[in-house]
């Protein structure tokens, strides 16, 4: 009978939880706090102690999976629409059944004493020395899979910015190097000029105080360092001029030198 240590199991499984989480959030470009991550990883890491269990039918433990994705979704991003939950919650089943097919498809060639599944669940005999080299392996592989997902072709596009009942439309440019994210909530910043932002909002960016709704963000470039005003639109739509095709993306917006056009990171598009 083989042993399986109930500390182990929960610390994995955290560990997966968090990993997993962070993949959503990148994926969907939805705001995840450290601290909710934490929670939420936490609490999924409980229903691996189903694998002590006896075997349940597959139907069951897919039902149990389903709650259990759900519920961690809730718990991780909140509830704020049922659209984004759902989006959240399909987008962990998919993580986590890619996952749980990667360590399926290494039990079944090898199967290694080390490895042990059941009842979906997952527990590995680790080294603190493996889990992180394992780890650092499949944030490269993500990372790579983002490198060609990341809308990198939209050459040509139009940014629309609705805010208070005025509208902006701006020449989009899709730029990697535009890594500008809010510090509180974690959701990416685009950059216009000075201009539009003034035009959106009646106000121009100058001087320490700032209308309520908006803050000072740190921001660095290659010439300069200051703070910029940002703020949240009611909504942002980047139009590829090239298909016609529309996107409504999660995004702040942020007064600088941006030469006229709307500078985002075209992984907002994914």
């Known amino acids: 009978m083989r042993t399986i240590y109930i500390d182990v199991l929960i610390v994995l499984n955290i560990y997966i939880n968090y990993f997993l989480l962070l993949t959503v959030s990148q994926f969907t470009h939805t705001p995840l706090r450290k601290r909710r991550c934490i929670l939420a990883s936490a609490y999924g890491s409980l229903f691996s102690l189903l694998i002590l269990a006896p075997q349940l039918n597959t139907f069951l433990n897919l039902f149990i999976k389903t709650v259990a994705c759900v519920s961690i979704t809730a718990v991780a991003f909140g509830v704020k629409s049922l659209k984004g939950l759902l989006k959240n919650t399909l987008v962990f089943l998919g993580v986590n059944f890619i996952f749980a097919g990667a360590v399926y498809a290494v039990y079944s060639c090898f199967e290694p004493e080390f490895l042990y599944t059941s009842n979906f669940g997952v527990y590995i005999d680790f080294s603190m020395t493996v889990l992180i080299i394992t780890t650092a392996l499949l944030y490269f592989l993500i990372s790579i899979l983002k490198y060609f997902f990341s809308g990198r072709d939209i050459q040509e596009c139009t940014v629309i910015v609705r805010y208070d009942g005025r509208e ?103």
């Open 168 to 270: 902006r439309v701006m020449n989009g440019l899709a730029d990697t190097g535009n890594s500008l994210r809010d510090y509180f909530t974690g959701v990416p910043v685009m950059i216009c000029s000075r201009e539009d932002f003034s035009s959106l909002t009646g106000y121009s960016g100058d001087g320490d105080s700032v209308p309520r709704g908006f803050r000072l963000l740190p921001c660095s470039t290659v010439s300069a360092d200051g703070l910029i005003p940002v703020f949240r639109p009611d909504e942002v739509t980047i139009r590829n001029n090239l298909t016609g095709e529309t996107k409504k993306v999660n995004v702040m917006l942020g007064a600088g030198n941006s030469n006229g056009r709307a500078i985002f990171n075209p992984e907002i598009l994914l």
